[in-house]
């Protein structure tokens, strides 16, 4: 239960949904969109997010689109990251979402909610940030299609009464090599310690990371160090750890020592999994 009142509204079009946000907005309401649920509800009950509107995105067609459409994958906002789990369209994605929360917890969770909500580990982001998968975002101008990487700044830059309604990722990604590693601080389930995808495209390791720092990342300037094959798996690592953003989380999850020790053991293992190949 949230301890204020609000009203449900459940648009059947993109455009119900832009109109109704601006007609409650004018009326000095607070609207917010609505995936699972999941965040409004527990953040609503500790008094960190209020609405008096909730405008659900689950009967909008396109949010609900889970389908290979010539040569990309769509992927709708509301689809529940069970749904993604099971059907392994994309198989870095399933295997990143089924490590998120608990299952019954997945059932709700839709993918947008991961990856506009609060809580900052959007552990779904990062197959999307590795595969250069772009974003369709609606709102009061219109329909923008865009590159994940020039959208996703720490969050997704949404302006005001904009919602996320698909992610399109090129369908050479889905099947390239790839691992996803969550280390937690105990139990099966649980936000990360630290979460590393990686996905290997032409014999370059790209790298995406969640649980290091208060948003999920993936770097270049690290990336290009790990991939040099003139020095030392061993070598690569420690040099590229000087290169994580900062700050480094040092939280009730483990310190930031901890999680650079951890990082540094999880990049070594990725890194003869996925085939870095030592120097000659
Ligand atoms: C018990 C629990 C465990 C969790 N564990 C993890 C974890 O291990 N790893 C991890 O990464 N995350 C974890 N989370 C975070 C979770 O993924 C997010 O809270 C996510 O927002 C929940 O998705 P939802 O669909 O329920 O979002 P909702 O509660 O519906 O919405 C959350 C926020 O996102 C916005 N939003 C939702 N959909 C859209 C959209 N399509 N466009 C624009 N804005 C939108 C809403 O306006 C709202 O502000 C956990 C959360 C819970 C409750």
Not at 39 to 55: K, P, Q, S
Not at 197 to 212: H, T
Not at 224 to 232: G, R
Request: aromatic letters at 10%; charged letters at 25%; hydrophobic letters at 35%.
């Amino acid at each position: 239960m949230l301890p204020y009142n609000f009203d449900y509204y459940k648009p059947r079009t993109i455009n119900e949904a832009i109109e109704l946000y601006q007609v409650l907005k004018s009326q000095e309401r607070k609207p917010l969109y609505y995936g699972g649920g999941t965040e409004v509800l527990t953040l609503g009950r500790l008094n960190y997010v209020y609405t008096d509107a909730i405008i659900d995105l689950k009967g909008i067609p396109e949010c609900n689109v889970f389908e290979l459409q010539h040569q990309n994958l769509i992927i709708g906002s509301t689809l529940s990251l069970r749904v993604i789990e099971e059907n392994k369209l994309f198989p870095l994605l399933s295997d990143t979402s089924k490590e998120v929360a608990d299952y019954t917890s997945r059932n709700k969770i839709t993918i947008g909610g991961n990856i506009c909500g609060q809580i900052f580990y959007r552990e779904s982001l990062l197959p999307f940030l590795l595969s250069d998968s772009t974003v369709i975002i609606a709102g009061p101008k219109g329909t923008r299609k865009e590159l994940i990487s020039e959208v996703f700044h720490k969050v997704l830059r949404l302006d005001e009464g904009e919602f996320l309604v698909q992610i399109v990722t090129e369908k050479e990604y889905l099947k390239a090599k790839h691992i996803s590693v969550k280390k937690r601080k105990q139990w099966d389930t649980g936000y990360p310690l630290l979460t590393v995808a990686a996905l290997k495209k032409e014999g370059f390791i790209r790298f995406a990371f969640s649980g290091l720092c208060p948003h999920p990342f993936r770097s270049i300037q690290m990336e290009n160090i790990l991939n040099d094959k003139s020095l030392p798996l061993k070598e690569r690592v420690l040099i590229s750890l000087e290169h994580v953003p900062s700050p480094i989380l040092n939280d009730i999850e483990g310190s930031n020592e901890y999680r650079l020790f951890v990082l540094q053991n999880t990049l070594l293992n990725i890194l003869s999994y996925i085939g870095g190949e030592e120097h000659e």
